[in-house]
């Protein structure tokens, strides 16, 4: 499906939006939103939604992964340091560009769980670089994947399975480590800043990380189901 | 084939889009070429996922999602093609790396016999340490340590600092731990992206001086 017959999808029009403002679609679609949501497993069911969304141009599969991941993405961006309304203007672009991007979704490569951290990640930092220079605009080749890594089928992350095994190799972290992850992968701390909260010296808190990336690594390698 | 890659770390950062804009430069250039570390980066962001999904909601503003399908509904206008400004010429078969599509290059500059410079503006981030050098077959950069840290990614050709050989590809990451003498190897000239991160610090009075002329 083209970008341009996806801005009107078929048998959509139902679903326009309403002045109350909330996230309003029919019962029906409601329904099979909520089938595909309530699917065995979970995360499947969103990758099941964002499919819907993918080939059909489904407006109610698009609304229910707003209404799951919206506030989700704008939590992660407020943790890492961008303003509430910011935040808001980021996940409203998030969405527009899922929407408009949802042709090249491949559950087989990525989870749309990771597909939406991905265009979530790019966005702020296109929004931080712009507030350097107006003229720096991300283009939109910046937020195409580049070609698939060659993966080993047995080894790699598949996307089904990609949520237990991380869960795992994170359980498996000494809390030490998951603690300097958090800060610095997912709180947006330098490591100087990481260094001085921890009253440790620089050099010891870029080993520890380095170790515990790498530790990570092989964890997520290592997990067999 | 590429033997020296970016850390875990460094791709971690990058996979959380938490990397300085100089070092995100350099590593972006490493992962055009190097299927193993792009993995290691998709990894990453499915353990960024993973942390996405474990957030406790955050309240979105009513009427956000209206404004997502109408502005699905109307077309989002054609992102601006960046801006190519004109570049230095380059060894013939030598293609620009797409991460530099948004940066300013200079001309390339005279350093030394055998050694050019060029300086490597991000318009977003004017003040960010990034160069391109360009050493001639068998010559060498001066020997020097650096305050802080210095990322390099070759981008065609290879030398040897005496710790490894470096080819096209290649990553490199030096600290102050590190002092070295890249040695460009008699084939052909080498051409690198460098990131700079604190002062350069050369041994040779002359050396230093230039260092310090082009802001190293």
Not at chain 1, 97 to 118: E, G, Y
Not at chain 1, 136 to 148: E, K, N, R, W
Request: proline residues 7%.
């Amino acid at each position: 499906m083209t970008p341009t017959s996806r801005s009107a999808p078929p048998g959509t029009d139902d679903d326009g939006a309403d002045a109350g403002g909330s996230v309003s679609f029919t019962l029906l679609h409601r329904l099979r939103a909520r089938r595909l949501m309530d699917s065995p497993d979970r995360l499947d069911g969103l990758d099941a939604l964002m499919l819907a969304v993918a080939r059909d141009g489904d407006r109610a599969a698009f609304a229910a992964l707003f209404a799951h991941f919206g506030p989700l993405v704008k939590s992660w961006l407020m943790r890492s340091g961008t303003s509430d309304s910011a935040a808001d203007d980021i996940v409203q672009d998030t969405f527009v560009l899922l929407w408009n991007k949802a042709h090249q979704f491949d559950p087989a490569r990525a989870r749309v769980a990771a597909w939406l951290f991905t265009i979530a990640r790019n966005l702020r930092i296109d929004r931080l670089r712009r507030v350097g220079d107006a003229g720096a605009m991300l283009d939109d080749a910046a937020l195409d994947d580049l070609p698939a890594p060659d993966r080993p089928a047995d080894d790699a992350l598949g996307a089904r399975r990609a949520e237990q095994r991380v869960r795992w190799a994170l359980s498996q972290l000494t809390a030490d480590q998951r603690h300097l992850l958090q800060l610095n992968f997912y709180e947006d701390r330098s490591h100087s800043d990481i260094a001085s909260q921890l009253a440790l010296p620089l050099g010891t808190v870029k080993t520890r990380l380095r170790r515990a990336a790498a530790r990570l690594r092989e964890l997520l390698h290592d997990h067999r189901p | 084939m590429i033997r020296h890659h970016p850390d875990e770390a460094m791709l971690m950062a990058q996979a959380a889009g938490t990397l300085a804009s100089g070092p995100a430069l350099l590593v972006s250039s490493h992962l055009e070429g190097c299927a193993r570390c792009r993995l290691a980066v998709r990894e990453f962001e499915e353990v960024g996922a993973t942390l996405l999904l474990a957030e406790r909601p955050a309240p979105l503003p009513a009427g956000l999602f209206e404004r997502v399908l109408a502005r699905t509904e109307s077309g989002e206008p054609p992102a601006p093609a960046p801006r190519i400004t004109p570049r230095p010429p380059l060894p013939a078969g030598m293609e620009w790396p797409r991460a530099l599509r948004h940066a300013r290059v200079s001309r390339w500059w005279w350093m030394a016999p055998g050694l050019r410079w060029a300086r490597v503006r991000l318009p977003y981030d004017p003040d960010a340490g990034v160069f391109l050098f360009r050493i001639a077959a068998g010559k060498c950069l001066p020997p020097h340590t650096h305050a802080a840290q210095e990322l390099t990614q070759v981008l065609y050709g290879a030398f040897d600092d005496g710790r490894a050989l470096f080819s096209a590809g290649d990553f490199d990451a030096a600290d102050d731990a590190v002092h070295h003498q890249p040695v460009v190897r008699a084939g052909g000239e080498c051409i690198c992206l460098a990131a700079v991160e604190g002062r350069v610090v050369f041994d040779g009075a002359l050396a230093r001086w230039a260092g310090a002329a082009i802001g190293l």
